[in-house]
């Protein structure tokens, strides 16, 4: 199964998806620590990002070859990069299960204000984003994030990736 958790920065969706992992035992990818690695000095170009994504891909696909699970875990903002990821995983006959997470904008801003391990986005970064965020439009589970309810998301999440597995 490859769960994709995507939102804006801020959201709260890469605290929630290394937890989603850890609960399902499987290997979770983040965008953000990928650029990283691959980038002393980054720039986030199009081009940078692009090569982010496609290192997920190729996550993504060794995971399907080998028939484990797998969380991604990135801004997944266009759909045309939501389509590269689905396009692949079609290839393999899989799907894609979509976990979209959300939170109120003070929680974000407050998120945001604070210094984190990988992530460089800011308050700025996130407005920017927000304004061309392209809506998924096929069906997926959308999580609300507050300070403390991981616990209840996880459940959520767990219930809604069961459903789906049985409606293969």
Known sequence: MIIIVFGLP?????YFASALAKTLQIKAVNS????????AVRHYTPDEKM????EMRSEMETALRSN????????FYQEDIRRLFTDTAEKYGQSIRFIEVRADEEIIRKRLSKKREYSEA????YEKIKNVF??????????NSTQDNISDMIKKASNYLH?????K
């Open 163 to 167: 459903q789906a597995d049985g409606n």
């Open 51 to 54: 090569q982010v994504y496609e």
């Open 32 to 39: 953000d620590v990928i650029r990283k690695e691959r980038f």
């Open 68 to 75: 484990n699970s797998l969380v991604l875990d990135a801004t």
């Open 10 to 14: 801020g959201s709260g969706k890469s």
């Open 134 to 143: 392209e809506p998924l439009s096929t069906k997926h589970l959308i999580l």
């Open 122 to 125: 800011d308050y700025e970064v």
